[in-house]
Each structure stands twice: as structure tokens, then as C-alpha cells.
């Protein structure tokens, strides 16, 4: 029995990332009720399939011009950097730190996607950014560096002002 759920409210008219976006709750779900003994791989799917989700985004961000002042890009790192830590904390055997960040990470990516991710699609949208003319596969990584900061944001909690 899980609590986690897929929501169509999620869907963004976007065919790329409305599967990318699917396949995320499906891992989170997955992975809701795996054994101890599969919850640390799965883990790492998770985020494998996460770098790949934001990578997506960061490199059509970059390359469509989108507002440069966001701090989605910054957003994604901390998010992609808070599933690594709990690599650390599981494999020091705190599998149960995993576990209670499961329903935070679906709660986070419910907003994320409605705010950050729909404005992203609307603005590729509205300016008629071809997503695949973007050589998305042979992109190099974007680094944060060069991407846009100071949003302020403090966590990846649904509380802070970034979703
Ligand atoms: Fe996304
Ligand atoms: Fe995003």
C-alpha cells in the first residue's frame, strides 16, 4: 500500500517532460514500498533519473534565455544535493532517513512542477523554443556557476518561498 499517487493536475502539456515528470512519482512510489534491501538501488535511480530531469530543464533554461534572475537551476542543485546526502546517511544505515524523505520529496516536486516547471513550459511555449532542435544528449552538464542565483531559498521543504 502506498500514499504516494500520480496526479494528471501534474501534466504540463509538455510530451518530454510530462514523461520524465511520470516516471519520477513512479520511481518515488516504487520505492515507497521496497524491502530495506532494494530501498538504497532504487534510491540511486532516483537520482540518476533526477539528474537527468534537471539537467533537461537547466540546459533548455540556458539555451531558451530563461529569465535569468529564477533560481529554479539553484533549486534543482540543492535538491539533487540533498538526495546524495541521504546516499551517505543510508549507507551509514539510516535506510528510515530515506524513507521520511519520500513523502517531502513528492510534496516538493508537487509544487515545483506546478510553479517553476509551468512557467519554464510556458515560456518554451510562448516563445516558440524548439526543444528538440536543443541537442539535449551531446549538451555538456551546466555548472552551476553559470547559472542564475540568489533566490534565497533555504531547503527543499514545501515551506520556503521557492516551492
Ligand atoms: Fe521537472
Ligand atoms: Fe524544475
Known sequence: ??????????????????????????????????????????????????EGHFGLEDRWMLAAGFAPENCHMHQHKMVLDILREGVSQAAAGNLQLLRDMLPDLAKWFDYHARTMDAALVYHLQTTGFDVHAEPSAAAPAVALAAAPSGCGCSGAGSSNACG
Open 1 to 50: 500500500m502506498t500514499t504516494l499517487q500520480w496526479d494528471d493536475a501534474l501534466l504540463l502539456d509538455q510530451p518530454e517532460l510530462d514523461t520524465i515528470h511520470r516516471e519520477f512519482v513512479d520511481l518515488l512510489i516504487e520505492a515507497e514500498s521496497a524491502p530495506d534491501e532494494q530501498l538504497l538501488a532504487l534510491w540511486q535511480r532516483i537520482i540518476t533519473h533526477t
